[in-house]
């Protein structure tokens, strides 16, 4: 692994200076969790993107954020050893084994301004809708290369409101974690 794998920064404070990110992404440890894909039509059905033991990830991408970056942020969402396991030791969700539920949320790229947030840094929808799909298709292939690991990654709906969220914290607590790239 290089060593630019091995530093990342974490960053314990929301509202930090967003203007040197290039991404940020919000990770939640979770005994299942779900996401509604879309509204429902009236009188349609409603259909659910669901996962058991593992984590959510909210991701934003911001101006400066480059395909070769989405490598490194699927790398720490895969391997980096931010979970407990049932024993209480740091695991990484394919150590733990756990599954990856991916929700788009361009509102972590928001700067106050004054009494007002604002969204000047995020990518425009079109190339953040592509590193969204990118993205995916990476966590996808990470877990895939972990054949001694049943982990699945799944993901909410680009360009949509995400509702229905609902994330189940379990005996772990709801732990928290914001990684900005």
Known sequence: MSEAMDTL???????????????????????????QLQSPVEGGSVDFVEIKKGIVVYVCFLKECSKELLNRMAHVVLHVRYLKDAHGSRVSVLELPGDVLIVPQSTLGG????????????????????????????????????????????????????EGMLVESGECGLMTHLVEF
């Open 111 to 162: 700067i106050r301004k004054k009494r007002h947030l604002t969204y000047h840094y995020n990518v425009n929808k079109e190339d953040a809708h592509e590193m969204y799909k990118e993205f995916v298709s990476l966590c996808r292939r990470g877990v895939e290369e972990n054949v001694r690991h049943q982990c699945q990654v799944r993901c909410g709906q680009y360009n949509s409101k995400q």
């Open 9 to 35: 920064q974490l960053s314990p404070i929301p509202g930090s200076d967003l203007i040197e990110s290039k991404a940020r992404i919000v990770i939640q440890q979770c005994v299942s969790a779900r996401v």
